[in-house]
């Protein structure tokens, strides 16, 4: 079983920065890809970013990148989610997740995960 405990959300006004963490433990979870999702209220659970923990290569929701950025430290077992020049409809809560490869993070999240964290919320203010 792999746990995640996402931590860093908060109230932020636009424009600002905001890094969200996810530390990560369990069995094996370093052969999983690790990836950041977000909900905002009254809307679908949408990809945000994703990280193979074994090479660190990333992947990006399109619109989202170049302003956020995925990494992980693997002697911590956590994994960032920098969030630079943020906008009102960013808000959300933001999960992260482990899949088991790239494809189902990426496409089949839904019901393709392994495990999920709790989330964090983001609140970003105009």
């Known amino acids: 079983q792999i746990k995640l405990v996402e931590s860093g959300g908060g109230v932020v006004q636009a424009g600002n920065s905001l890094r969200l963490s996810c530390v990560v433990s369990?069995?094996?979870?370093?052969?999983?890809?690790m990836g950041w999702f977000r909900q905002a209220p009254g809307k679908e659970r949408t990809f945000v970013a994703a990280i193979r923990w074994t090479d660190g290569n990333t992947y990006y929701a399109e619109p989202l990148k170049g302003r956020f950025t995925i990494s992980r430290d693997t002697a911590e077992n956590t994994m960032y989610l920098q969030m630079n020049n943020l906008k009102p409809e960013d808000s959300a809560v933001y999960y992260c997740?482990?899949?088991?490869?790239?494809?189902?993070?990426?496409?089949?999240?839904?019901?393709?995960?392994?495990?999920w964290g709790k989330g964090t919320l983001v609140t970003v203010s105009s």
């Open positions: 369990g069995r094996a979870f370093s052969r999983h890809v």
């Open positions: 997740a482990a899949g088991p490869n790239v494809q189902t993070v990426l496409y089949r999240a839904t019901n393709g995960m392994d495990s």
